[in-house]
């Protein structure tokens, strides 16, 4: 089977995949703060059940739950910016594709119909946009014999 194009640059709309990289970003710091506040809370209780003499202290506590929050920030911060680079791609490149598309469309052009490669989010959208621009980018042939005062020869109902 004959591999087509993949897609190398993982930033292919920066800006709308960066913000959204941004949102998981934040969505894990609120975790994280959340993990820490539970953690925080139940450390300290159980702090405060043990006898004064057991060397454990609430000072211990808090310094386990910023330890938790410094190794789980490490790892998870960095990997859920990674999800969401490359989750997004998948849908950042047919949306660039759509942009050169219509704007080949508005230029007079005629491209050729979409194709979104496997996998790739969309592919409604790329149906539609090629049916909704058929006509537009054939009406080549109308268009001349428009132009040289003769009716445009009919076409069968699709």
Partial sequence: MVQRFRRRQK????????RLSAKFLGLVVLMLSLQYTLL?????????RMPADS???????SSIGIELL???ALIFLPLTFLVGVVG???FAGPL??????????????RPNDIRLRAGDELQDLAD???????????????????????????????
Wanted: proline share 4%; net charge neutral.
């Fill in 40 to 48: 925080d809370s139940l450390l300290h209780r159980a702090a405060s």
């Fill in 11 to 18: 930033l292919i709309r920066p800006g709308l995949q960066l």
């Fill in 70 to 72: 410094g190794w789980s």
């Fill in 128 to 158: 539609l946009m090629n049916e909704a621009t058929r006509s537009l980018r054939s009406e080549d042939i109308q268009s001349e014999v428009s132009v040289k005062g003769q009716d445009p020869p009919r076409r069968a109902a699709a």
């Fill in 55 to 61: 060397g454990w202290s609430a000072e211990e506590a």
């Fill in 96 to 109: 660039y594709r759509f942009d050169q598309f219509l704007k080949a469309v508005i230029a007079g052009d």
């Fill in 88 to 90: 997004s791609f998948r």
